[in-house]
């Protein structure tokens, strides 16, 4: 350790003040599993496009079939051959884990000149930022410690805020996303809703956690672990059962999730409009419209994959075409997967998970359990506030399941709202960059560099945990 | 009724041959290798079918570390060399033995977790030998492994043991510390009604003053039901609490019980029948066929 750089006594004398309190400029990370939000968080609160400012990076070192290494925003890129790609997230059940891989993507992502996107997603100087990282709830305390230790010690950020990423929604504007009348003036100061259920179901799990004024109420805060992950590779388990062997094609099946997948509002009826038995000659066929072709994606030609209406009759209009002869290649060489009852199982499991033996409740009763821990005098509240956020939000038909599933467990005297943020991925991003605005918030839950370097790491955890 | 408790004391364990070890209760790892079926299972549970056979809480366990992985197989991708060293950053050139220590750390997820229960039982196993000697033949640090037990009842009683043990120990963990003071006032057990509580807190003598009485003030039927809001202080005692274990947080099983849903292993439609060999589900006749002729046996 002979390189250690000694601090600079002239500009300490300087820095004496500023070091005290916060750098100006700060970059928020909400550091998922699948994808890392990031970004500066604007000066002033912006009205209009808000979220220019937030890239949504693949957290992940993936590789090829042949043997190319892609890190993070290089997938983005769209690399030619997605077959059989292979996956390396540092971020396991939602918590960082592997720092090696982690550190790289951040690397490459945010501080390597020659690779980041654009001078305004770079970070330039972190002794003159503060950092914002979310973490998952419940975090073990040791990964939280590793956290503090290599944001301050390995790359030395001049202020530092580590924080539960749902508790961060409440500082967005929900107000008129519930239709509630605006409390505040526009041009006050940004303050957290003051209660909210925030309902985050990411790629690692599932959780709920309670809100009052932008804290989360810590003894509420319940998980199901499940989150798209599962749902992907249950359907790559289906696919890879009962059509094509799609095992190793983790990407190709997620954007097939992404692209079929729905919450059925009433699964008994879509099952027997999907069942094989209830199909009849000469009647209109039962799953018109829920069973549907979706087309593989085809890496020679260049092409995309697709979702189209079920064609029955695909495989007998090829074969005739092959006989006349008049087909074109291109589309005897497409595969197609049939999608029926593989299109609202997968995403059921959220909701019910002994469908696959799992003795979790599923997300409208975890809301209950977690309620049900509080005092009865915050119930209503918290019904009449729940917020959905996270990729698995943006499967068509979640709100409406969850609206009418809450409703049917919840007290009749309880209002029952649900709603989902305009873009629930980027939700917590930007309800940090909102809180970034109200800098003596920020001021009384953030630490400084200096002050990390008079305490410790130990100290820094205590003092995100509140106890100091 | 006799039992036998094991005194904490150095000479115990030496003895060659046998021990006494703390009965962990269900296992999957070791039902795996004795699993429990077979043609005495009728006798032994004789409830019939309500429980799970431990082969199928195994296939469970096996499906559901399935869905967990990010790539079917294993692969290990390694961090791409750089040519260059990256020298034009002044501050990349230091590293402190921490960051060493935590880049080199080839830790998963279930290691660290394993190092938290170990922790967090061994706190509890020296508070609970300083406590009166009763505690100690209690399996107190007891937690399965399985990815999906831990209901709330066990995660309370836990915390109810660590403030206990927090008043009789001196050398505590920093996290139990504001439980400990926030006792007091802190709101009542899931299992407890909470309205009593929540109406003392809240001043009810002030709003009462202003309403105009009538005699039908007492009539059960037109009293409102929502229970008033909690106290700021209140709020405050919730707010300070130190957040639960990974464990505690995990979702318990379902309050309400439905019947559970079977589907059909080759279609995916509902299973209504089940196949007399593996006890796989499936719809009809059809499916059976194929499921016979191609893969019977072998996913369980």
Known sequence: ?468 | MYHIELLPNSTSHITPGWTYVPDPGFDPAKAAITPAIGRKRGIRDPGGRGDLSSRENNAIIRHLAELDRENHRDVQIPIPVKQKEPAGRGTRGKTTTNTRRILQSQKTFRNHLDDEEAHLSQTAQTTASNAPPRLSTKPSARRSSTPMTTPKAESTAKQRKQSSSSSSAAAQQQQQQPQQSETPAETPKPDTPAEPIAETETEPPAKKQRLIPSEYDNDPLLRSRIPSAPSERMMQALLSEPPLSYNAARAGPPVTKKAPRFFCCICGYWGKIRCRNCHVRMCGLGCYKVHEDSRCGAFL
């Open chain 1, 1 to 468: 350790m002979g390189t250690t750089k000694p601090r600079p006594p002239a500009k300490s004398s300087t820095t004496e003040a500023r070091a005290r309190s916060l750098p100006e400029k700060t970059f928020i990370i909400d550091n998922g599993a699948y994808t890392m939000k990031a970004g500066y968080a604007p000066e002033s609160l912006p009205s209009e496009e808000p979220l220019s400012t937030c890239n949504t990076i693949p957290n992940t070192i993936a590789k090829t079939r042949g043997n190319r290494i892609y890190i993070g925003s290089q997938l983005n890129a769209q690399p030619t051959d997605l077959n059989e790609m292979m996956f390396r997230r540092p971020v396991e059940k939602g918590y960082i884990v592997n720092w090696e891989a982690q550190k790289e993507i951040w690397e490459h992502s945010f501080f390597d000149e020659k690779t980041v996107r654009s001078k305004e997603f770079r970070i330039a100087s972190p002794e003159e930022t503060t950092l914002v990282l979310t973490e998952a709830p419940n975090a073990l305390p040791v990964l939280q410690k590793n956290a503090d230790e290599m944001v301050m010690e390995e790359w030395g950020f001049g202020g530092y805020l580590r924080c539960v990423g749902p508790s961060l929604n409440a500082w967005n504007e929900v107000y008129s996303l519930f239709g509630d009348p605006i409390s505040q003036k526009p041009d006050a100061v940004v303050s957290p809703a003051e209660c909210l259920l925030v309902v985050d179901s990411g790629y690692s799990h599932t959780t709920v956690t309670p809100v009052y004024k932008g804290q989360p109420l810590q003894r509420a805060i319940r998980r199901l672990d499940l989150g798209g992950k599962h749902l992907t590779n249950y359907l790559k388990e289906m696919v890879s059962m009962r059509q094509y062997n799609m095992v190793d094609e983790t990407y190709i099946m997620n954007e097939v999730k992404e692209a079929v997948c729905f919450v059925s509002d009433d699964i008994s009826r879509d099952m027997e409009r999907t069942w094989k038995g209830n199909r009849k000659r000469d009647q209109p066929d039962p799953g018109e419209g829920v069973v549907v072709d979706y087309v593989l994606p085809d890496p020679n030609a260049g092409k995309k994959g697709f979702m189209r209406p079920h064609d029955p009759l695909l495989g007998a209009k090829k074969r005739k075409s092959v006989l006349s002869g008049e087909a074109g290649a291109e589309a005897l060489s497409e595969d197609v997967l049939v999608l029926g009852n593989e299109r609202f199982t997968v995403p059921e499991i959220l909701f019910t998970p002994s469908d696959i033996g799992m003795k979790q409740a599923g997300i409208s009763d975890i809301i209950l359990q977690s309620l049900s821990v509080l005092p009865p005098g915050l119930h209503p509240v918290f019904l009449a506030n729940v917020l959905v956020v996270g990729g698995n939000a943006l499967i068509p038909g979640f709100m409406e399941r969850l609206q009418t599933e809450l409703r049917q467990i919840a007290t009749s005297e309880c209002t029952v709202r649900v709603r989902c943020p305009e873009d629930p991925i980027r939700s917590a991003w930007l309800g940090a960059s909102r809180l970034a605005t109200n800098r003596d918030e920020l001021k009384k839950v953030a630490i400084t560099r200096q002050e990390y370097q008079e305490h410790g790491s130990s100290w820094a955890g205590r003092k995100f945990a509140g106890a100091v």
